[in-house]
């Protein structure tokens, strides 16, 4: 419903246009059309077999299907359960309203353990206190309604991968699809880019948004002050403060089908089968070769046969999920659904997400952030996105910086001292806070778009803002680097249009809830700098509901804030890890699932540890290498 209100604006400040301007939008939409190559058609013929069969659109699977199907011998069938984008998943100011539109599957996940003792839990505070889990459910998966953060994760991440048993993923190996998919283009906004660390001839645009705040470069001198680097955050080591690398083309998104589906859309050996809902993989349960694969389209149900191998792209929460439906998972939990087993694997363990607390607001004592009232009357921002892809609503969600910090070093250097640094090498020499920048506010968020995202209530809303209602604030989300809790999917019933069941387990290990409250006292600090002096930037001075009972601004209180408001990235992933067998592997680093023939998963699931920086970036590189993997190996 309330994306219908942006539409309502829109069609408002284009009825009150003069005529030139209108002309000029109609020429900026001819110079780049945002949707013109519409996939054809739209009910393709399904054939019976074809050589590869991807299970999902999303970013693995995209890069997936162009790839492949540059051997034109390979025919290659890919499916998806959601339909195509719109003009209105474009706007990259926008992206947070998606969410609450069909473009997301709209899961949420189980609440957190009740029990008695204050200390304890996560989400307490959203609805029901589930936390909602976004996933994408469109042509470009999660791409389409994600927040278009381009950002690689540091050396270490993988050379961690490779020591952990994962050959060819060290940080050497993969940088080169770092370079392989990106399409950089340099702008005049572009604060402490690193050309050089760039690629430039791949499939996925990757920018500094044309437009920034006064408030962005605030936050970068904040970040000088403190000590840190303005630098490009996607060298090989991203601790330092940077304006927000972003995937977009002319002021606008790009998904992963943008990027790397609309180019090929014309190859006669791609065939693309949207609102196509895949059931089950065909596993024979004597050979354990996968087969094929079930899927539901229209009311009709369909096989078809994969002649060299299925790839399940289905991102972290679904591909355990149809693995699971097809046999191949923790065997009492397969026997309980009723489900034969076929390989008895750890799928759905190791969940790993970046959990954060998105509720930090600073207010200021001018107009220079972005309220969702001000944008509604400004004409200008509108005009300037729609005829020449530039002003505020380029920027994606309103996260114009981020930062890479070490909060142990800075609070805990005698911890550190004392610990032993080999063994923890990893941890201290590492960024275990980001921090995002965001040039608006709850308090501005009348609509409700944001809290949406998350499952906050209109009641926690108006208890929190009711004074602050549409007040000048910008926030920074402290975000949890290397989370050492672990969630987990499983299965509801053996009912493959059933949600799964997620399990988020936030501060499960209590080391997190420190580090998330550590990150916080690091943000207020940033904030409290002079470079932000000059706005009066001031601490929202209201207690969080679920935590009156506590003194404002102490670590006992803040640990309350996070259990109450633990908000996600989406950035899930390790549910099918990558890893030898004795490690709790469910696939090894060529991504083949153990034991069964012909079948990999390629998508953000087989991370075996999440990555320093957001998870779309990294996942498109597993895609890239898992096709030059896929072609060695069958040409
Ligand atoms: C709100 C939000 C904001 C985010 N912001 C950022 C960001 O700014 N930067 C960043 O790097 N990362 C971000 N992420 C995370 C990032 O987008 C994901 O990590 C990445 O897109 C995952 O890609 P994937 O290929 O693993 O899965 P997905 O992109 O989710 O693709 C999976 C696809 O499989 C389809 N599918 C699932 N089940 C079935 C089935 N049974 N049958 C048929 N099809 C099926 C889905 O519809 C989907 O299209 C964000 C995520 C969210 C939710
Ligand atoms: C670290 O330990 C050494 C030796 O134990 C000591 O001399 C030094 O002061 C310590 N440094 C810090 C920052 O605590
Ligand atoms: C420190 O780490 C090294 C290397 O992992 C290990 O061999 C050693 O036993 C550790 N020492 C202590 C005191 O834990
Ligand atoms: C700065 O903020 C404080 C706290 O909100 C307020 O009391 C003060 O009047 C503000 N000063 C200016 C100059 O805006
Ligand atoms: C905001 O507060 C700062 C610091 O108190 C002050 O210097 C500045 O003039 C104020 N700005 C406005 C617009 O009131």
């Not at 020591?163 to 050497?172: A, H, L, M």
């Not at 330092?240 to 606008?252: E, I, K, S, Y």
């Not at 670590?555 to 996600?568: A, G, L, M, N």
């Not at 023939?597 to 390629?602: A, F, G, I, Q, W």
Request: neutral net charge; glycine residues 8%.
């Amino acid at each position: 419903m309330r994306h219908l209100l942006f539409i309502y604006l829109l069609h408002t400040a284009v009825a009150i246009m003069p005529f030139n301007t209108l002309a000029n939008i109609y020429k900026y939409y001819h110079m780049y059309p945002p949707f013109p190559e519409v996939f054809g058609p739209e009910d393709p013929i399904i054939e019976s077999s074809y050589d590869f069969i991807i299970i999902g659109a999303g970013s693995g699977g995209s890069v997936l299907a162009n790839r492949l199907t540059e051997n034109p011998n390979w025919r290659v069938l890919l499916i998806e359960a959601g339909k195509e984008e719109i003009f209105l998943t474009d706007w990259p100011l926008l992206a947070p309203v998606m969410s609450i539109t069909g473009y997301n599957w709209g899961y949420k996940t189980e609440k957190s353990d009740e029990s008695d003792n204050k200390n304890s839990g996560y989400c307490l505070s959203m609805i029901d206190g589930r936390c909602n889990w976004p996933r994408g459910k469109a042509v470009g998966g999660t791409s389409v309604i994600n927040f278009m953060i381009h950002s690689r994760g540091s050396k270490l991440d993988f050379d961690r991968w490779a020591t952990d048993g994962n050959d060819g993923w060290s940080y050497d190996d993969i940088y080169p699809y770092f370079l392989k998919l990106e399409k950089f283009i340099v702008n005049k906004n572009a604060r402490g880019v690193d050309e050089n660390i760039h690629g430039k001839d791949g499939y996925l645009d990757v920018t500094i948004p044309p437009w920034s705040s006064k408030l962005r470069d605030k936050f970068l001198e904040a970040g000088e002050e403190l000590g840190y680097d303005i630098k490009d955050c996607n060298d090989y080591d991203p601790t330092g403060f940077c304006p927000t690398q972003a995937n977009l083309r002319h002021g606008r998104r790009v998904s992963a089908s943008k990027a790397y589906l609309r180019p090929i859309r014309n190859r006669k050996n791609f065939i693309l089968s949207k609102r196509s809902f895949v059931t089950k993989i065909i596993i024979d349960p004597i050979s354990k070769i996968a087969r094929g694969v079930s899927f539901h389209k229209n009311g009709k149900d369909y096989y078809v046969e994969a002649l060299k191998e299925v790839i399940l792209s289905a991102g972290s929460l679904n591909s355990p999920q149809i693995l699971m439906l097809s046999g191949i998972g923790p065997r009492e939990q397969l026997i309980r659904h009723g489900i034969s087993v076929i390989e008895d694997l750890p799928v759905g363990l190791n969940l790993q997400d970046h959990v954060s607390m998105a509720a930090l607001t600073f207010l200021v004592n001018d107009s220079v952030t972005i309220t969702e009232r001000r944008m509604a009357t400004d004409f200008k921002s509108t005009i300037d996105y729609l005829a020449r892809g530039i002003g505020p609503l380029t920027v994606p969600a309103g996260a114009e910086a981020l930062a890479f910090v070490n909060t142990r070093k800075i609070t805990e250097s005698n911890e550190i001292n004392n610990s032993n640094f080999t063994m923890n090498q990893f941890e201290n020499n590492h960024p275990d806070i980001e921090l995002v920048f965001g040039i608006g506010s709850m308090a501005g968020d009348v609509s409700g778009s944001l809290r949406s995202i998350f499952g906050l209530s209109d009641d926690w809303y108006y208890k929190v803002f009711n004074h602050y209602i549409g007040h000048d604030a910008f926030s920074i989300v402290p975000i949890v680097l290397h989370p050492k809790s672990r969630g987990q999917v499983s299965l509801k019933s053996a009912n493959p249009f059933e949600w799964p069941r997620l399990n988020a387990n936030y501060f499960d290990d209590e080391e997190d809830l420190n580090t998330l409250v550590r990150g916080i006292k690091q943000a207020i600090e940033v904030a409290s700098t002079n470079a932000f002096k000059r706005y009066n930037a001031t601490l929202l001075p209201v207690k969080f509901p679920g935590c009156h009972h506590l003194v404002f601004d102490t670590d006992e209180y803040w640990s309350c804030v996070c259990r109450q408001i633990s908000s996600t990235l989406g950035h899930f992933v390790g549910t099918c890890k990558m890893a030898p067998k004795n490690s709790g592997g469910v696939v090894d680093s060529k991504l083949k699932v153990y034991g069964i023939e012909r079948l990999r998963v390629v998508d953000a699931s087989i991370m075996p540890s999440i990555i320093t920086g957001h998870t779309n970036a990294p996942t498109y590189m597993i895609g890239e290498k898992a096709s030059d993997m896929i072609k060695e190996e069958w040409n």
